[in-house]
């Protein structure tokens, strides 16, 4: 079941980026220079969908496209409490959080944690997201909406003219 998340603080360090775990067979060799983090970071902001990835009971993949904001270093989107995705994160909050393009990737795991929508700070901060992002106010419904909060455990991307050569992954693990 996610936990229920109140304020968040933001990262104020570059994570350190690694090397994909790739087959030989795509000749990535050990490299100088990688993506930066802020590059990522620029594709979550400004990103108008996101396609989440849950799992169901039975174990079967559930894909579907929502509307989101990226601040303070984590990924914040809702649904209605029924949702079969909404289902599927109280019995396993594990996600795999996709962008758009399959040409200039960004990959984000995690685990969902309910917001606390009480929380003043957080509904502000996500309505002026959703104002300038989506030119509307966010809504919830009281009792019917659930808003998840999704920090990174890990964050793949890369662009496909330099594929390999530029896929960075992003360990966020706490030791």
């Not at 933001?10 to 067979?25: C, Q």
């Not at 509904?123 to 808003?147: C, H, Q």
Request: glycine share 6%; with cysteine.
């Amino acid at each position: 079941m996610p936990k229920t998340v109140t304020s968040r603080t933001a990262r104020t360090s570059e994570p350190a980026a690694g090397l994909p775990d790739v087959p030989s067979m795509y000749g990535l060799r050990p490299r100088t220079q990688s993506l930066s983090f802020a590059y990522a970071e620029k594709r979550l902001v400004e990103s108008r969908n996101y396609w989440i990835c849950t799992t169901r009971p039975d174990g079967r993949p559930h894909s579907i496209p929502v509307w989101g904001f990226w601040i303070d270093g984590a990924i914040y989107f809702g649904t209605a409490r029924p949702s079969r995705k909404a289902r599927n994160l109280a019995g396993n909050p594990a996600i795999s959080i996709h962008l758009e393009s399959g040409d200039d990737v960004v990959i984000l795991e995690g685990s969902a944690d309910e917001v606390d929508l009480n929380e003043v700070a957080i509904f502000k901060k996500l309505d002026a997201a959703s104002r300038t992002k989506y030119k509307m106010p966010f809504m919830i419904v009281p009792g019917e909406s659930v808003v998840y909060s999704v920090r990174p455990r890990m964050v793949l991307a890369w662009t496909e003219n330099d594929f390999p050569k530029t896929a960075t992954p992003w360990s966020f693990e706490t030791a």
